[in-house]
T-cell receptor
């Protein structure tokens, strides 16, 4: 299906475990983004990528790692999950201009116990 | 530090009412302001505003930007229960960041 998808949609993991959230888009958008959404904070940018093999930190990057070997995929890895990383994670993508809106994936609800 | 502030944080109205949601911002290199609607899932795009004083309209929703006073409003007329959602304001800077406000929770009662 065309669009932007995320997997898994729900994940429960334990403190200290590594977990990877997947994001896939079919539009060949050059830019991809990872946000977390927490009550009272709105959406906060974790990392973004302008193209394959180009990534940059956002507002809250600590504890997260990203890679982008292919244009269509942008996985987010929590190297050693902490309870403070319990959140809803949204992936987004957009075309090459900052005048294009971002399209959001359905989100992944992650719980760290 | 760049910031986007939305008000009110939440409000409850009755069907048919008109509501105005506010968004003020302080960012270094303003490019555009965006409004999104979020209903228990992914945010969906409503409007992008780049120029002051030009109203964007879609059905019962409209929005306008004031770049001198650094704010935007989103109006919803003749509200319906389907308008119940979180409304997010975000500001795009030159570069690639979107800075989001915390959102306004709107509940429309029948």
């Amino acid at each position: 299906d065309a669009g932007i998808t995320q997997s898994p949609r729900y994940k429960i993991t334990e403190t200290g475990r590594q977990v990877t959230l997947m994001c896939h888009q079919t539009w060949s958008h050059s830019y991809m983004f990872w946000y977390r959404q927490d009550l009272g904070h709105g959406l906060r940018l974790i990392y973004y990528s302008a193209a394959a093999d180009i990534t940059d930190k956002g507002e809250v990057p600590d504890g997260y790692v990203v890679s982008r070997s292919k244009t269509e995929n942008f996985p987010l890895t929590l190297e050693s999950a902490t309870r403070s990383q319990t959140s809803v994670y949204f992936c987004a993508s957009r075309g090459g201009s900052t005048l294009y809106e971002q399209y959001f994936g359905p989100g992944t609800r992650l719980t760290v116990t | 530090e760049d910031k986007v502030v939305q008000s009110p944080l939440s409000l409850v109205v009755h069907e048919g009412d008109t509501v105005t949601l506010n968004c003020s911002y302080e960012v270094t290199n303003f490019r555009s302001l965006l409004w999104y609607k979020q209903e228990k899932k992914a945010p969906t795009f409503l409007f992008m505003l780049t120029s002051s004083g030009i109203e964007k309209k879609s059905g019962r929703l409209s929005s306008i930007l004031d770049k001198k006073e650094l704010f935007s409003i989103l109006n919803i007329t003749a509200t319906q229960t389907g308008d119940s959602a979180v409304y997010l304001c975000a500001v795009s800077e030159y570069g690639n960041k979107l800075v989001f406000g915390a959102g306004t929770i709107l509940r429309v009662k029948s």
